[in-house]
Every structure is written in structure tokens, then in C-alpha cells.
Antibody, heavy 121, light 106 residues
């Protein structure tokens, strides 16, 4: 059974850089495309971006320039880095696996349980 | 693509049927998934390709639709089914989600 576990700070000050890690167990880091998804309170989830162990990345346009994702194949982990955070970045952040074809990516499965991140001074 | 779910909250008695709607702002063919979310737990994939149940999902969960209008039906609601449900389209980039429907005990 594949399990994902997010880790990182739950409180961060405005203008700082948010760094989150997702640890993968039960599957090789090569098995999926790995995604970060966030969900502000009371709203639907928002896909942030994805990364593959081969190094390819794709980010949502609205966060281009602030977001970086990477894979650590040695430790079977992948990471999110989001710079210059504001209160609008307050959300529960999820990591999730996804299968993709050469033409499209599909549903998200599995997911981590999520980590709440609050941006506040 | 904007995904709109209705209703925001659905009050249903145990044993009854729940019908949840998801509408896309443009056609997504049948490239739609449904998820169940409970507080403090990982979201759980229920259906993909509109109507294909994910591994270990009970047969009381079913999906239908195509194009812009989709339905998730939960027959004979069990206590463990009271949760938040959201849809996701993966026909167009970026993949987008609905805002969710909360199924609560009536």
C-alpha cells in the first residue's frame, strides 16, 4: 500500500519561503508523477504542480516564478518550495501521486493526509 | 475549466440515496474523477473516467454523465459515507476541482 506523508512548518511569516516535503513509502519514487495540491479553508482544492523523478516539472501559471518542485530519489521524497508567501497561501497542502500518458495526466491517487499551513506574522 | 458542484450541503438519512452534481464550464468528455474527503484523512479516490470505481470502492458508489454534467450517486448511505465529496476534471490543463458537496446526516 502506497502511503504519503507531508512534513514541514505549520506556521510561516509573510514574505518567507515555504518548504514542504512528501515522504513516499510502499512505492518507488519512479512510479508516479508527484503533485502538490492545496485547499484553502472552505474552498475546493487547487492543483499547484507536479514533478517526475526524471526531472520534468509543470506548475500552475498563477504560481510560476514562486514555486519549485524537486525529487530526492535517494530518500524517496519530493518537495515543494514556495517563495514570498502571503496570507493567500494559507491552506492545507496535500501531496499526491498521478499517472500520466504522453498526452495527459489523470486522476490523483494516492494522497497524503495533508498538512495545514498558516501564513501569519 | 471551472467545476461547479451542487448542492453545497446535502442532508440525507442513513439508508437513503444521495445524488451529487458536478458541472463543468466546458466539455471534459468523460475525464472526470470523484473523491471522498474526511477531516484529518487523505482524500480517497472513488471513481475515475466518470464511472469506473477505484480499488476497494463499494458498488453503492456510482457515477454517470459526459460532457459538462456529471452525477455521483451513493445508494443506501452508510455511516461512513457522511463526508465531503469533490469532483476533478483532467481533460484540460490545468486539472481543476469542484468546491465540494458535504453529505451530512439528516
Amino acid at each position: 500500500q502506497v502511503q504519503l506523508l507531508e512534513s514541514g512548518p505549520r506556521l510561516i511569516s509573510p514574505s518567507e519561503t515555504l518548504s514542504l516535503t512528501c515522504s513516499v513509502s510502499g512505492a518507488s519514487i519512479d512510479s508516479y508523477y508527484w503533485n502538490w495540491i492545496r485547499q484553502p479553508a472552505g474552498k475546493g482544492p487547487e492543483w499547484i504542480g507536479r514533478v517526475h523523478s526524471r526531472g520534468s516539472t509543470k506548475y500552475i501559471t498563477s504560481l510560476e516564478g514562486r514555486v519549485t518542485m524537486s525529487v530526492d530519489t535517494t530518500n524517496n521524497q519530493f518537495s515543494l518550495r514556495l517563495t514570498s508567501v502571503t496570507a493567500a497561501d494559507t491552506a492545507v497542502y496535500y501531496c499526491a501521486g498521478q499517472s500520466c500518458s504522453p498526452y495527459n495526466c489523470f486522476w490523483f491517487d494516492p494522497w497524503g493526509q495533508g498538512i495545514p499551513v498558516s501564513v501569519s506574522s | 475549466i471551472v467545476m461547479t458542484q451542487s448542492p453545497a450541503t446535502l442532508s440525507v438519512s442513513p439508508g437513503e440515496r444521495a445524488t451529487l452534481s458536478c458541472r463543468a464550464s466546458q466539455s471534459v468528455s468523460t475525464n472526470l474523477a470523484w473523491y471522498q474527503q474526511k477531516p484529518g484523512q487523505a482524500p480517497r479516490l472513488l471513481l475515475y473516467d466518470t464511472s469506473t470505481r477505484a480499488t476497494d470502492i463499494p458498488a453503492r458508489f456510482s457515477g454517470s454523465g459526459s460532457g459538462t454534467d456529471f452525477i455521483l450517486t451513493i445508494d443506501s448511505l452508510q455511516s461512513e459515507d457522511f463526508a465531503l465529496y469533490f469532483c476533478q476534471q483532467y481533460n484540460n490543463w490545468p486539472q481543476t476541482f469542484g468546491q465540494g458537496t458535504k453529505v451530512e446526516i439528516k
